[in-house]
């Protein structure tokens, strides 16, 4: 579940291994450059932590995040 902290949408997601984790980032990445809005993330082995904001609108939240947010939730539960 997303939390909206500190100028931030954030949730980290817990994959099975370090494949799956970065096989997820790798969806991620093709998703956010189609909608050209990229994240601030992490990962450490089978973790990846998002974090979500508009640098273009003074570093807050948007729709844009929201928008985001919501595509990479379809494609956590898909993987």
């Known amino acids: 579940m997303w939390q909206e902290t500190d100028q931030h949408l954030y949730r980290a997601f817990t994959f099975t291994d370090f494949r799956e984790a970065f096989?997820?980032?790798?969806k991620v990445a093709l998703t956010a450059e189609k909608m050209d809005h990229?994240?601030?993330w992490s990962n450490t082995y089978n973790k990846v932590?998002?974090?979500?904001n508009t640098h273009s609108a003074g570093n807050t939240v948007t729709d844009k995040d929201r928008t985001l947010a919501?595509?990479?939730d379809q494609l956590y539960t898909s993987s």
Not at 49 to 52: C, H, P, Q, Y
């Open 70 to 72: 919501k595509a990479v």
């Open 38 to 40: 990229h994240p601030t």
């Open 49 to 52: 932590e998002i974090w979500l």
């Open 23 to 26: 096989a997820f980032m790798t």
